[in-house]
């Protein structure tokens, strides 16, 4: 049956005489040409890419930055930023569909929580901030090498652990905050002081780290899997989240260890 499109019955391209015949009318040069143009890649499908989510991670952190700037010198800005950030991050862990603003918008809140806190303890013990942050891209860096060499990996067991894990360290993060809100302990990180606090301080950089894992397994299986592009947001969220858990535990620690 001939069909009605014009274009098509003009020249039978769509048939097999057609395409042989369309074929003989390209030059060597076009075929050639056409033979060694490349493929349509992630981007073009709109896929998940390494390099697509390490611009926006990398979009994610320069907010943050910029965030932590205003905090350092508007100290006071910590309190609303750790409250804005904490809403956002139920917010985002929770919501099925990543939101790009809603993922910037807790990258600045936690900036601004991140440069109050930062101050502070600068102000209580001078470079202690270089020291943290030099201590997080350490931490960041080795685990980043280690999953990519394949040393270490997520597994179910390691998973499952580390799920107990954090739900213990929470439960015992909100029992020592509502001690030291009603003075039921002394120092400045209550049950967090001492020995103690380093050992638990320890514990908590383990857990980051693995989390960690988790975010850069995440973004392996999205690219191998072709997840949707837009989970590109949803790792950049992750990553942000787990470095700033990290940044303030190392802050703690350091502090600790130069007598609170």
């Known amino acids: 049956m001939a069909s009605s499109n014009p274009a098509f019955s003009r020249n039978e391209a769509?048939?097999?005489?057609?395409?042989?015949?369309?074929?003989?009318?390209?030059?060597?040069?076009?075929?050639?040409?056409?033979?060694?143009?490349?493929?349509?890649?992630?981007?073009?499908?709109?896929?998940?890419?390494?390099?697509?989510?390490?611009?926006?991670?990398?979009?994610?952190?320069?907010?943050?930055?910029?965030?932590?700037?205003?905090?350092?010198?508007?100290?006071?800005?910590?309190?609303?930023?750790?409250?804005?950030?904490?809403?956002?991050?139920?917010?985002?862990?929770?919501?099925?569909?990543?939101?790009?603003?809603?993922?910037?918008?807790?990258?600045?809140?936690?900036?601004l929580f991140v440069g109050g806190i930062s101050v502070t303890f600068n102000s209580l013990y001078d470079g202690i901030v270089t020291q943290a942050i030099l201590a997080t891209l350490v931490v960041v860096g080795v685990t980043l090498a280690l999953f990519r060499s394949g040393k270490i990996r997520a597994s179910k067991k390691a998973t499952k652990i580390f799920t107990i894990a954090i739900i213990g360290y929470s439960v015992f993060s909100l029992i020592n905050f509502g001690l030291m809100m009603f003075g039921a302990v002394d120092g400045s990180f209550g049950l967090r002081s001492g020995p103690v606090g380093i050992a638990i301080g320890l514990l908590a950089v383990v857990l980051a780290a693995y989390s960690l894992v988790l975010d850069f397994d995440f973004i392996q299986k999205g690219v191998n899997n072709r997840a949707p592009r837009k989970y590109g947001w949803s790792a950049a969220f992750g990553i942000v989240l787990t470095v700033v858990w990290l940044y303030v535990e190392l802050l703690r620690i350091f502090a600790i260890l130069r007598g609170e």
């Not at 030059?27 to 926006?56: F, H, V, W």
């Not at 990398?58 to 006071?76: R, S």
């Not at 139920?90 to 807790?106: G, Q, R």
């Open 14 to 111: 769509f048939g097999a005489r057609g395409a042989v015949a369309s074929s003989q009318a390209l030059s060597d040069n076009d075929l050639q040409s056409m033979y060694n143009r490349p493929a349509a890649g992630a981007q073009d499908t709109e896929r998940m890419t390494y390099e697509d989510t390490i611009t926006k991670t990398g979009i994610a952190f320069a907010v943050l930055i910029v965030g932590a700037a205003l905090g350092w010198v508007v100290p006071i800005l910590l309190i609303p930023g750790a409250i804005v950030g904490l809403v956002l991050g139920l917010v985002n862990t929770f919501k099925k569909e990543p939101s790009p603003a809603l993922i910037l918008a807790f990258a600045a809140a936690q900036g």
